[in-house]
């Protein structure tokens, strides 16, 4: 599989090949996060925050991330949040394809710039998106956990 084999566009409703896509990817991304049914993947696109970016093969969702904008006194901020690319697609520039359609819609919609997190751990992935063109900021995250 090679990326201009890839397709990326924005989901626009919740059906039973997005729920089999992420139950067979997030937890690829997270060993804690709940499986997402019909009903909350509903919720998740139909917030107008929220743009959820699938990359297609021909045969199945390989990959997917959330763009997440809002307005807040400083402008338009940007968010890219759960990036997951199939362990069996890894490799073949989906995550690139997928990170580069979400920086031109936030540019579009006029947001200064996009931020995203990652674990230290992730090595590989922190490669990827400095090669996306992100910069490791001197920023401290602060978290209150809010579920057990």
Known sequence: METQDIRVEIAREADQEL?????????????????LDLAAL?????????TMLVARSAEAIVGTLTLVMFPAPAGLRARIEDVIVDHAARGQGIAGLLIREAIRIAREAGARTVDLTSRPDRAAANRLYERQGFHQRESTVYRVPLKG
């Open 19 to 35: 729920v089999d896509a992420f139950a067979r990817m997030l937890p690829q991304l997270s060993s804690t996060a709940e499986p």
């Open 42 to 50: 509903g919720r998740i696109l139909a917030c107008d925050a929220d």
